[in-house]
């Protein structure tokens, strides 16, 4: 298991990942089930804004700015626990324990999101995506927090030689 530091360090860059992968989901996601790429990113901003900004569907550093750095703040929060208790894995190239850890974490997001937040802080998504859109929003996400590790693995294995570590 890393330790909290090579957690957080890695986090930000899987929580990064996993942020963009499940951003690009959102709008994909909100252009098919209310005609605008930008609603769901604009609803998570209702943590600052209020319930007004679930409505708003175009883009602007208000609403789509907030929600996406809303967004990415909380992608990395998940991150560091996948890295903790999952990373290691992803990085030894274990893509099934790597892609469920990524499930699990994406369901655990899901259930504190959802039946633990207060409504204030719920992510504000679910009030413009339909429910298949909801699932597959987390499981890009959780996809997306395997990643990097998964890379890490494969670039590592090119190698053609162990890399040694000198004991000074």
């Known amino acids: 298991m890393k330790s909290w530091r090579e957690a957080i360090r890695d986090g930000a860059i899987s929580g990064s990942i996993a942020s963009l992968i499940s951003t690009v989901a959102l709008g994909g996601r909100g252009r098919r089930d209310t005609g605008t790429s930008y609603a769901p990113t604009n609803a998570i901003s209702h943590w600052i804004w209020g319930d007004g900004a679930t409505d708003h ?77 909801m699932f ?9 927090l395997a990643l990097r590790g998964l890379a890490a693995s494969r670039s590592a294995s090119g190698k053609t030689a162990p890399v040694s570590r000198s004991t000074r």
């Open 57 to 133: 569907d175009e883009p602007s550093a208000r609403y789509t700015g907030i929600g996406y750095l809303i967004h990415h703040a909380s992608s990395t929060w998940w991150a560091v626990f996948y890295e903790k208790w999952f990373g290691r894995a992803a990085e030894r190239g274990d893509a099934r324990r790597a892609v469920g850890g990524g499930a699990m974490i994406a369901a655990l997001a899901c259930f504190v999101d959802y039946r633990l937040t207060p409504h204030r802080l719920q992510p504000g998504f679910e009030k413009r995506l339909s429910m298949p859109s």
């Open 136 to 144: 597959l929003v987390y499981a890009s996400f959780g996809l997306g």
